[in-house]
């Protein structure tokens, strides 16, 4: 049961993400392309799933626990570190360098090209690469 | 400004957050894709890997069922009828992307929809901050290979 409501999660992702353009790195770089011919698509993607989650959330910490979970396991790290912040940078790099955040480069699995093969597996190897740094830094 | 074109971003938001309200009122978890993701191929599999596996699933068959129907549910991307778009480089340009992407997600506890959905939805500093941060990066760097590497391409 838990399997199939994890699917269920993934195919809502996936189909918001190809509806709203975001499976098109071209679009993604136009918005990050403020000073150039913007475009503000993502913004909307952005605002109408922030504010979804934001209104949705509070409807579901109503009750004491998940459906299926023993607990709804949330981070409880409040503090701003170098690491946060310096990971934050590196992926913003990556992202106005190739267009993909992970969420769409997964997604797009299903047009895949030699660059989309390249960025999937340097991806994979940067998640192990970071589990190799210190725990805090 | 193309208003079709953003009702459509607004219409895929939602269901982006419906996706995450979803995982979360379920399971009890945060629909973050580096984390999700990151966690299934990084630590060996546990009892508890298999919604992931159908996650990362249905996340792929998302596009494809819109390429299935033609893209004619609508989407927009650069082309009509166009679900996937072409990436921005060649394989030497996405391996240096894919590897800033990987670390940097992995550093950071979160990529856009960990930090920029889940967490400015749960109102925490840290993803507010992250999400901040890695906005104003990609936009830099967006500008600087757009106006002054490429020369105001």
């Not at chain 2, 984390?35 to 596996?53: E, F, Q, Y």
């Not at chain 2, 856009?112 to 830099?140: D, E, K, N, W, Y």
Request: hydrophobic residues 50%; positive net charge.
């Amino acid at each position: 049961m838990k399997t199939v409501m994890g699917y269920i999660a993934g195919l809502l992702f996936g189909l918001g993400l190809a509806l709203a353009g975001m499976t098109d790195p071209a679009r993604v770089l136009g918005f990050l392309d403020l000073f150039g011919a913007w475009d503000p698509t993502l913004m909307f993607v952005l605002g109408g799933a922030v504010v979804t989650t934001f209104i949705g959330y509070r409807v579901v910490f109503r009750r004491e626990r998940p459906m299926l979970g023993e607990t709804f396991q949330l981070p409880t790290r409040q503090d701003l570190d170098g690491r946060l912040i310096g990971g934050a940078a590196l992926f913003g790099i990556g992202w106005g360098l190739s267009g993909y955040c992970p969420g769409p480069a997964i997604a797009s699995i299903a047009g895949l090209t030699a660059p989309l093969f390249a960025m999937l597996v340097a991806m994979v190897a940067g998640w192990f690469l970071a589990r190799a740094f210190p725990a805090r830094g | 400004m193309d208003w079709s074109a953003s009702l459509q971003g607004l219409v895929g938001g939602v269901l982006i957050g419906l996706s995450a309200v979803w995982l979360m009122a379920t399971l009890g978890r945060i629909a973050g894709i580096s984390g999700i993701v990151g966690s299934l191929v990084t630590t060996l599999p546990k009892g508890d890997s298999a919604w992931r596996v159908a996650f990362v699933l249905g996340l792929i068959s998302g596009p494809l069922l819109l390429m299935l129907t033609g893209g004619g549910l609508g989407n927009v991307a650069g082309e009509p009828g166009e679900v996937v778009g072409q990436p921005a480089g060649g394989v030497g340009l996405m391996l240096v992307a894919g590897l800033l992407v990987g670390v940097g997600t992995g550093l950071g506890s979160g990529c856009t929809s960990g930090h920029g959905v889940c967490g400015l939805a749960r109102l925490s500093p840290r993803s507010m901050v992250a999400t901040a941060t890695f906005l104003a990066c990609a936009i830099v760097t967006v500008y600087v290979v757009r106006h002054v590497i490429g020369g105001g391409a």
